[in-house]
């Protein structure tokens, strides 16, 4: 069972605005929200991938756009539409391959605004607990810590395993979360692996507790691990719910895509700011330098590239007997058409 329950909180921050030096701008004449109060839920709120919607948020963007959001984050990343089946919301947060698998299952959801062009996940072996690592077939037999199940810190490794002929039953999978408590768990001996977000993974190599073996916190990285450009956080939601809530969902993209042109000068000053301190792991100089390096995998105009569902679909496919390609409608995974019209405005 899925721990999750954390918070809920209302995107109304008047007061950030003051402290960051940044007025919201002013609500533009558009076509009226068909749904306004808006319930999302993000897969691991603090984590750096998710940096867009926090910048959105902590702006005032979304008020900006009319809507009043109520927010809940789920410990640990859990593919939130399974995780919560009793407690379903209008949005979520979370990787883009999460669409596919959802699709698998006969769930239809559509991804509306990228928030990362890179998984922004690494995969690291503990330096206390397996000193004599070579190679990754040592780690057959080993227990190896991700946010969730399911969740893209599995995808990756399991990905990664595959590629080494490394079937995934051949290591023992620990849901961490993405927090505190993963650094904990590698600490204490309880995982011999980590396949984790920053600042958690950032943090453990800063103090040479882990020895990185895959990463895909660049382009670069992304690349090598999945052979082309991979979607990866983004918001989504089911897929009448798009299509009956058009002005919602473009708000929702508007506000997104500010966010992301604000980030492109963003500087380190600004990102102490308007980030809440719990985010920081009690380490403010290793989020920042977490925050220079993920830098280029943030998505520069919410869209999702052209080859990007192929990607997913591919890597998925290559471990997960429910996902055949054949069964899979790409076409309704994502949509870019409010992307666009986002990009246009604010020249993201």
């Keep these: 069972m899925y721990e999750h329950s954390i918070h809920r909180r209302r995107f109304a921050v008047a007061t950030a605005l003051v402290v960051a030096g940044v007025a919201a701008p002013a609500l533009q004449a ?20 998710h940096l867009p919607l926090t910048v959105a948020d902590q702006l005032g963007y979304f008020k900006a756009e009319g809507l009043d959001l109520d927010i809940s984050d789920l410990v640990g990343g859990a593919r939130s539409p399974m995780a919560t089946p009793g407690e379903p919301a209008d949005v979520y947060a979370g990787a883009f391959d999460y669409t596919i698998s959802l699709q698998s299952r006969t769930q239809f959801y559509q991804a509306f605004v990228l928030l990362g062009r890179a998984p922004q996940i690494a995969f690291g072996v503990s330096t206390r607990h397996m000193p004599d690592y070579h190679s990754l077939a040592d780690l057959r037999g080993k227990r190896i810590g991700v946010t969730a199940m399911g969740a893209p810190a599995q995808m990756v490794v399991n990905v990664v395993l595959a590629r080494a002929g490394i079937n995934p039953g051949e290591v023992r999978f620990i849901p961490v979360g993405s927090a505190g408590a993963a650094v904990q768990a590698l600490r204490s001996g309880q995982i011999d692996a980590i396949s984790n977000s920053d ?8 103090k040479g507790e882990i020895k990185i073996v895959s990463d895909t916190r660049s382009l670069k990285g992304a690349l090598a691990v999945f052979g082309s450009a991979m979607p990866a956080a983004c918001l989504y939601a089911p897929l009448d719910f798009v299509r009956k809530n058009p002005n919602t969902v473009q708000a929702l993209t508007n506000a997104v895509v500010h966010g992301l042109k604000w980030l ?29 390096r993920a830098r280029e995998a943030i998505s520069l105009d919410g869209l999702v590239p052209d080859e990007g569902p192929q990607t997913a679909l591919k890597a998925l496919g290559s471990f997960d007997p429910l996902v055949k390609a054949a069964r899979i409608d790409l076409a309704k995974t994502f949509t870019n058409e409010f992307a ?4 246009e405005r604010f020249r993201a």
Aim: charged fraction near 25%; glycine fraction near 4%.
């Design 264 to 292: 492109q000068t963003a500087g380190p000053s600004d990102i102490i700011k308007i980030v809440p301190e719990s985010y920081f792991l009690g380490d403010r100089a290793v989020y920042l330098a977490s925050f220079n």
């Design 199 to 206: 600042p958690v993974i950032s943090m453990l190599e800063q």
């Design 30 to 49: 558009q076509s009226k929200l068909e749904k306004p109060k808006i319930s999302l839920t993000i897969d691991g709120e603090a984590a750096l991938c």
């Design 340 to 343: 666009r019209r986002a990009k």
